[in-house]
């Protein structure tokens, strides 16, 4: 251990630049708790800053989660950083506040609002990267996490040695902590020590003292390391099925985020489950800019062999829901009411598709009608007054072939529309509101072709993702 602590400097060299991690004049953000790994962290790049031609600031934020230690802890990175010459950048947060405010749990919060002032500090300061602390004890801790948590192949993949396209970098991700700590220790590196780390409070801790140790002692003394290996091969495999997955998706990845996509099942037909669920997780991420996790992609999976109109639900009001054509990815609550207009000749993008009116001559209604068109008596709708709308919850007409009114509501059902997706069926109404066709469902009988219809107009209904 010794030799391999005494080393460290010429190994934290080559390992930054075996990856390219951090390149000639760069301008690093070193994140620096004040704990052991980033005050190792700090020692090393000072060291190397001459050499490698990169300038250094140093960030540090206060959770606000330990009261007079915490304070104390910035502190110490302040007289830190001015013992390196550095600038001090510092940030903090009512981090408890925070995750009550939102329900989330408080390392999940700690660890967003980090990162977000991290990032903020990257773009304030004109910084090209941001190095953290992390090394591989952090990394087996988090495999083994995922790995109980059941979080699939990512999360098997454990930390990354960059993320944000390369703006985040962990430049000591190749050294164990008995290592840092051996280094601090020749090299009277000072730290800070969070009594919280001694605490089995947080699961991860619970993996740090008392799973690897017995790995350690029994099975495999070098295990952060053997991790690290298997979690690189993970990722190689991880990022070789997104690949794979994206390809496939390539028509639907041209939509911008925000927008509900269709995931046809002949899409995902061909592929074996591990790249179907890819192309999921994809296909969320890009429509709804999150990234589901293990759980979750496996119940949209699951929607497959679903029946029509079964959902999975996934978060800020999205869904994932079975149609026919395949899975579609849609917001769960609907977007406002609308009321458009129908002019002959011009098509009308509403929401869930296209609508068009064309006046045809009496003959052409001999033709069968495709199922996005329905031929009407132009003389009982009018030329000029069409509407169309979303539909309202009431609705009701009187179905071609039927003397009785039907709510649209029971057509629907009757149809397998589910209820997310009512929203994208449009109603065409005359001027006065009377519908006379529920598009791509079905006319009103009173607006259908007679003996005594001289008049014809052709209603389309172009559905998006159709």
């Known amino acids: 251990m010794m030799a391999a602590s005494s080393n460290l400097p010429a190994r934290f060299r080559a390992f930054i630049r075996r990856h390219a991690l951090i390149t000639p004049h760069d301008r690093v953000l070193v994140a620096v708790s004040g704990g052991i790994d980033s005050a190792v962290l700090l020692h090393l790049l000072a060291g190397e800053r001459t050499r490698s031609r990169y300038t250094l600031l140093v960030a540090h934020f206060n959770h606000g989660l330990r009261?007079?230690?915490?304070?104390a802890d910035e502190a110490f990175v302040r007289q830190l950083a001015a013992e390196y010459g550095l600038p001090f950048v510092p940030g903090r947060a009512d981090v408890r506040a925070i995750a009550a405010s939102r329900g989330s749990g408080i390392e999940e919060a700690a660890r967003t609002q980090r990162y977000s002032f991290l990032e903020h500090q990257l773009a304030e300061h004109s910084c090209t990267r941001c190095a953290t602390g992390h090394n591989a004890d952090d990394?087996?801790?988090?495999?083994?996490?995922?790995?109980?948590?059941?979080?699939?192949?990512?999360?098997?993949?454990?930390?990354?040695l960059s993320r944000n396209s390369g703006t985040i970098v962990r430049p000591l991700l190749f050294a164990t902590r008995s290592e840092i700590a051996a280094y601090a220790a020749s090299a009277g590196i000072r730290f800070r020590e969070d009594a919280s780390n001694a605490s089995d409070d947080h699961t991860r801790n619970i993996i740090r003292h008392h799973i690897l140790p017995v790995v350690r002692e029994r099975i495999q003394p070098d295990v952060a390391h053997?991790?690290?290996?298997?979690?690189?091969?993970?990722?190689?495999?991880?990022?070789f099925v997104t690949d794979v997955a994206r390809t496939g998706l390539d028509t639907i990845l041209t939509r911008r985020t925000g927008e509900e996509v269709l995931l046809p099942?002949?899409?995902?037909a061909p592929h074996p489950d591990a790249v179907r669920s890819a192309m999921i997780v994809e296909a969320i991420a890009h429509a709804t800019g999150l990234r589901p996790g293990f759980e979750t992609t496996q119940r949209v999976l699951a929607l497959r062999a679903a029946r029509t109109g079964a959902r999975a639900y996934l978060q800020n009001g999205w869904l994932a829901a079975k149609v026919r054509a395949g899975i579609r990815i849609g917001r769960l609550t609907p977007t406002a009411p609308y009321v458009l207009p129908v002019t002959c000749g011009i098509p009308v993008a509403v929401r869930g598709g296209t609508i068009r009116c064309d006046p045809v001559p009496r003959a052409m209604y001999?033709?069968?009608?495709?199922p996005q068109g329905e031929y009407v008596d132009a003389g009982r709708t009018g030329l000029t007054g069409l509407q169309v709308r979303s539909w309202q919850r009431g609705d009701a007409f009187m179905p071609l072939g039927m003397r009785r009114r039907k709510k649209l509501s029971d057509l629907f059902v009757d149809a397998g529309v589910p209820a997310h997706d009512r929203h994208r069926t449009p109603v065409v109404t005359t001027a006065d509101g009377t519908i006379v066709w529920v598009c791509g469902l079905r006319i009103d009988d009173r607006f259908k072709i007679t003996d005594s219809t001289t008049d014809v107009l052709r209603l389309q209904f172009q559905r998006e993702n159709s």
């Open 67 to 71: 009261g007079a230690d915490a304070d």
């Open 139 to 160: 990394n087996a801790e988090t495999v083994l996490f995922h790995l109980f948590r059941g979080s699939g192949l990512r999360g098997l993949a454990g930390i990354p």
């Open 226 to 239: 053997t991790i690290l290996r298997t979690s690189a091969l993970a990722r190689d495999i991880d990022a």
């Open 265 to 268: 099942l002949s899409l995902l």
């Open 366 to 370: 001999e033709a069968r009608p495709r």
